[in-house]
């Protein structure tokens, strides 16, 4: 993984200097909030609904073991023994004092960490496949191209003070598991016919207010013109996005407002004058950043099933090599995801304890790395077949083995009104109400993969707009109701769900949800997913399900 030099070092250290500097003067009456205001947001410090919340940049989800034991140290010392990870593959604190976050950010320093751009109007956190450089489905590596771009983007002055916040993903495989046709920005690595390395371009995706999926601007682009290009749409996006209206100022809403072919036009324009300038990459700037990530020191192991006998042992075992193991490009090892679902528990959320369990797991079982994932888990990379049956079992003991990777109960979920002050509605309860309701493993098997996204407000923290069911809070008459919507899908089809109807209380969730699956269950084809129905039936037989059952039993209640 990459690794801070002197400069990366000096610049995270005297950023610790200068806003240990700012708080001091701010708790001491010489700066107002609203001064105050823009420094704590450029170091990713949030006041929320009952404390400060910090959010931790996690660089394209890949983290040291020596990283995540001093996430678990600030989870004690700063938190309340918790960490949350997000879905920009990062990880928050909800319970931090304003006078210790200095310190704590003088800690993170010491293991190449820090807060910088994961809030604010700028170039937030780059995100990728939490399976990049592992899986036999992509074209090559995308966490050195991920790496370029944070280093570019970092500190990047013209790109301070956008109109709003901007967020990049990068692609290099056939599956798309960085959503990346839902980013500002997103890349999907290619090759040209003749072999050589390129990206094919897409702006104006986004969830949120106004979910849009992106479109493509550029087919091919020659990776060595990477920065130039982004550049050239950043500089468009800065000279034309508004300002005067925080629900118009995402570049998704300039791209639709100028129509795809006149923003293509404009970034080409500007692009001609960036075109072979200084930010162009060369081949020893490629090769260095590509040199931190080389391959670990893999054993040759035999490829073969050395797991079939204790799969036919252990049916529980079983069900987790099916949900949370991944196939690895090199054989004899596996991908392993654990899960942050566990019943009971909010989505994401992962004690101190974990951590440092979790780190320990990284270094016996996993080279000493892991990956953050937007779905809200953690991977382990690297891990040899034939130690998965111990893994699983240290997993288990700690409660990160839930076999639901993929399905139902694996729910994205954000903090919501719990935490957020932003959020309409909390989502943290009906995610627990959901997932207490379909803890049957058998049923969610048979169901197989849907997934249910849940965010608190229109902000779309929680991805609702790209579940296959999502659910999104809503503010009714002062009281809070849920609105659902089908048909959203990630990956290289990405879609947007369709809200069927009129939203509903709290206490309906559940059954909603337990309709919707009767009528997938009903509907479907053999070996149709839950989306693939959706799309060829409609979302009328789901609608027809939910609101007549819901009218009838309306009826019973008042009598």
């Known amino acids: 993984m990459y690794r801070y030099d002197e400069i990366d070092q000096r610049l995270v250290d005297e950023r610790v200097a200068q806003f240990r500097d700012q708080t001091r003067r701010y708790l001491a009456g ?9 420094l704590r947001l450029q170091n990713g410090l949030y006041v929320q609904r009952h404390a400060p919340m910090l959010r931790i940049a996690v660089p394209y989800g890949l983290l040291a073991s020596r990283q995540l034991r001093r996430l678990a140290y600030i989870a004690r010392r700063y938190d309340r023994g918790w960490g949350h990870v997000t879905t920009r593959q990062n990880v928050q604190f909800n319970w931090l004092k304003l006078p210790e976050v200095p310190d704590l950010l003088a800690d993170l320093a010491e293991v190449e960490m820090h807060a910088i751009q994961t809030s604010g109007n700028c170039i937030r956190n780059i995100t990728s496949d939490q399976f990049a450089g592992v899986v036999a489905d992509e074209l090559e590596d995308p966490r050195p191209w991920c790496e370029i771009l944070r280093q570019w983007s970092s500190f990047h002055p013209e790109f301070a003070y956008l109109p709003r916040k901007f967020k990049i993903a990068v692609n290099a495989a056939s599956t798309d ?15 040209d016919a003749a072999g050589a390395t390129g990206f094919t371009v897409l702006v104006g995706g986004g969830l949120g207010r106004a979910p849009m999926i992106g479109s493509v601007v550029r087919e091919f682009l020659p ?8 550049e050239a749409i950043l500089r468009v996006y800065n000279r034309h996005g508004r300002r005067d209206n925080i629900h118009k100022a995402r570049i998704k809403i300039l791209v639709k407002s100028l129509g795809v072919a006149e923003f293509t036009r404009q970034v080409e324009a500007e692009w001609a004058h960036l075109e072979d300038g200084p930010e162009t990459l060369s081949d020893a700037e490629i090769a260095r950043v590509k040199g931190h990530f080389t391959a670990p020191a893999y054993e040759i192991l035999t490829p073969r099933d050395t797991l079939f006998e204790t799969r036919k042992r252990d049916k529980a075992f079983a069900r987790w090599l099916e949900r949370n193991v991944t196939a690895h490009k090199v054989a004899g090892y596996s991908i392993v995801s654990l899960s942050l679902k566990a019943p009971g528990q909010a989505p994401g959320d992962i004690s101190a304890e974990q951590m440092e369990a979790v780190a320990d797991l990284a270094d016996q079982y996993s080279f000493g790395e892991l990956r953050v994932s937007h779905e809200q888990n953690l991977i382990l990379a690297d891990v040899r077949q034939r130690d998965l049956y111990a893994l699983w079992g240290r997993a288990k003991a700690i409660g990160l083995a839930t076999p639901t990777i993929g399905l139902l109960s694996d729910i994205i979920c954000c903090p919501g009104g719990d935490f957020c002050s932003l959020a309409n509605a909390k989502s943290i309860p009906i995610a627990r109400a959901i997932a207490d309701r379909f803890e049957d493993l058998d049923y ?3 169901v197989g993969d849907v997934s249910l996204n849940i965010s608190g407000c229109m902000n779309g ?16 008459r002062g009281e809070e109701w849920y609105q659902v919507t089908l048909g959203g ?4 089809d990405a879609s947007l769900g369709e809200v069927i109807g ?11 949800v337990q309709r919707l699956l009767e009528t997938y269950v009903e509907q479907r084809h053999a070996d149709e997913s839950f989306i693939d129905t959706v ?3 409609g979302l009328e037989p789901f609608k027809a399900r939910v609101y007549t059952t819901q009218a009838e039993e309306r009826k019973v209640s008042n009598g």
């Open 444 to 446: 969610l098997f048979d």
């Open 30 to 38: 010489d700066l107002t909030d609203d001064e105050f205001r823009p």
């Open 502 to 512: 009129p939203s509903f209380r709290a206490a309906e969730m559940p059954d909603v």
């Open 177 to 191: 598991r960085a959503v990346v046709a839902a980013h500002d920005i997103g890349l999907h690595l290619t090759h």
């Open 535 to 537: 799309r060829r039936i």
């Open 223 to 230: 990776a060595r013109h990477l920065l130039s290009y982004c």
């Open 489 to 492: 899908a990630q990956g290289r």
């Open 461 to 476: 923290c929680g991805h609702h707009s790209v579940g296959n069911i999502g659910v999104l809070g809503v503010d009714k």
